[in-house]
């Protein structure tokens, strides 16, 4: 029997026709956008440190030297949850909540009653950010680039907790901390605090003079110190074993 008439006998009666694969579904979009997110993941760390760095190194700054209008900072500042909100997993519950109170914190920090509720809800943004980005970095087992310099994101966020916890202290009690001039505190004076206290430099030119904000100030510079030792220290070695 030819090869030709097996094929005819087994599209027979009672025998089942022999059926082609089918043909993969084309993507849809929520596919296409979900694999997009998931690879633009990595590179999002590095887009996020480099606004955390124009944003503490410039815009800060220029802002409080009369060079920028107010609320240039304010704006600007709401593009680290917006760029954070790729870092994270797609399944994490707290992306929704962290757009969720972009808008409150913009709007709370243009009322001056609501200057408060705003850091609140600041820090609270700053610390999901921190321990989100940290997982990502932390946990993996080879550390690219990105993951690098994520690392770094974590440690300026550790300045930007510290000042969001200086800034209550004050707003509680309004002579926490004093300059060596006795002028009165300036606006982004203690981000400048919070850095030099976290690095350890410690230029003495304002001092925390209330006791919870001197243990505050220890507790940074000691965070600081263990974050460069142990934590920053890891992602580096791992990061020369993967290029290795």
């Not at 760390?45 to 009369?66: A, H, K, M, R, W």
């Not at 994101?153 to 009690?173: D, E, H, Q, T």
């Not at 206290?197 to 003079?209: A, I, M």
């Not at 600081?224 to 220290?233: D, I, S």
């Amino acid at each position: 029997m030819s090869a030709s008439t097996e094929w005819h006998d087994n599209e027979g009666p009672g025998r089942p026709a022999l059926a082609c694969a089918p043909a993969a579904p084309a993507p849809t979009w929520r596919t296409r956008l979900a694999q997009w997110q998931d690879a633009a993941r990595d590179p999002a760390l590095s887009v996020l440190l480099g606004v955390q760095v124009v944003f503490i190194f410039v815009i800060e700054p220029l802002v409080n030297t009369d060079v920028l209008p107010r609320w240039q900072l304010e704006v600007f500042q709401l593009l680290m949850p917006l760029v954070s909100f790729f870092v994270m997993p797609r399944r994490s519950k707290v992306r929704p909540l962290i757009l969720l109170t972009a808008g409150p914190i913009l709007a709370l920090e243009l009322i001056e009653n609501g200057v408060f509720t705003g850091l609140l809800l600041r820090m609270f943004v700053t610390v999901a950010i921190t321990v989100l980005v940290a997982r990502a970095v932390f946990r993996a087992e080879t550390v690219t680039t990105h993951q690098l310099l994520g690392a770094v994101v974590v440690y300026l966020n550790l300045a930007l907790l510290f000042m969001g916890i200086f800034s209550a202290i004050r707003y509680a009690v309004p002579g926490a901390f004093e300059t060596f001039t006795h002028q009165p505190l300036k606006p982004g004076e203690l981000l400048y605090f919070s850095i030099t206290t976290l690095t350890s430099t410690g230029y003495g030119d304002l001092l925390p003079l209330h006791p919870l904000a001197r243990s505050m100030a220890n507790l940074e510079a000691v965070t600081g110190q263990l974050f460069l030792g142990t934590f920053l220290a890891r992602v580096v070695t791992l990061h020369g074993k993967s290029r290795s």
